[in-house]
């Protein structure tokens, strides 16, 4: 299963920028799917997630009322719709998916055998 993920770039505080993780229809529907970041010199980071469903997305509270996780169907892309952007969600931004959930586990980067190959989010003045 190969992830492909898309859409950084240079962007200023207060921009909005949105990253898209290619996916087939079938993983699309059926697993779950994440986003994480990971700045330089620090551990990777739970940004958001959304079940094979739709029902239910998920975020961490650093990203919470900015970030939106969403799935365009007819593209077969994960999303991420990043607004309000700050120079701390400076990282590069994985996208991951998971056949399984576990509400124990899913904040947990460990927990997801398949990864995109990560696309660099820079915000600055």
């Known amino acids: 299963v190969q992830l492909q993920a898309s859409g950084g770039g240079l962007v200023q505080p207060g921009d909005s920028l949105k990253l898209s993780c290619a996916a087939s229809?079938?993983?699309?529907?059926?697993?779950?799917w994440a986003w994480f970041r990971q700045a330089p010199g620090k551990e990777r980071e739970f940004v958001a997630h959304?079940?094979?469903?739709?029902?239910?997305?998920l975020y961490g509270e650093s990203v919470k009322g900015r970030f939106t996780i969403s799935k365009d169907k007819a593209e077969n892309m994960v999303d991420l719709q990043m607004n309000s952007l700050k120079p701390e969600d400076t990282a590069v931004y994985y996208c991951?998916?998971?056949?399984?959930?576990?509400?124990?586990?899913?904040?947990?980067?460990?927990?997801?055998?398949?990864w995109g190959q990560g696309t660099l989010v820079t915000v600055s003045s």
């Open positions: 991951a998916a998971d056949p399984s959930f576990s509400l124990r586990t899913y904040r947990d980067s460990r927990t997801y055998p398949y």
């Open positions: 229809q079938h993983t699309l529907q059926l697993w779950y």
């Open positions: 959304i079940s094979r469903n739709d029902a239910r997305t």
